[in-house]
């Protein structure tokens, strides 16, 4: 009768080791699964950040290739209307200047005449 319980306990001692060996094991690969996982939950989110960062470059790019367009669009517009402004008024300094040695010469020829 002896052998057959020491047979019983050996075996429960040998399910229990291997019970012990396959847990470690399971959270041995579990933790490289798990691990593996996390590395390419990283990558992939480190190459949605560049992406997104590089998508954030490129309209910011455009967005400021209009402005500068818008801006010297308008610096070359405000320059045409000061350059007409100025012609403008050169010419009525001009009309006036002739105009007043107009009536200069007319006053005169009547304080001679």
């Known amino acids: 009768m002896g052998k057959g319980n020491g047979g019983g306990g050996r ?31 990283a990558r992939d989110a480190g ?13 910011m790019s455009d967005v400021t290739s209009q402005w500068q367009s818008s801006v010297s669009e308008l610096y070359e517009r405000g320059r045409q209307v000061v350059e007409n402004a100025r012609a403008n ?4 300094v001009a009309e ?17 005449g």
């Open 89 to 92: 008024i050169d010419a009525a």
């Open 11 to 41: 075996f429960f001692a040998g399910f229990l080791i291997g019970a012990i060996v396959g847990g470690a094991a399971a959270v041995l690969l579990t933790q490289e699964e798990t691990r593996d996982r996390l590395a390419g939950k």
């Open 96 to 112: 006036g200047r002739a105009a007043a040695g107009e009536t200069a010469n007319d006053l005169q020829q009547k304080a001679e």
């Open 47 to 59: 190459n949605f950040a560049m992406d997104a960062t590089g998508d954030f470059r490129e309209k």
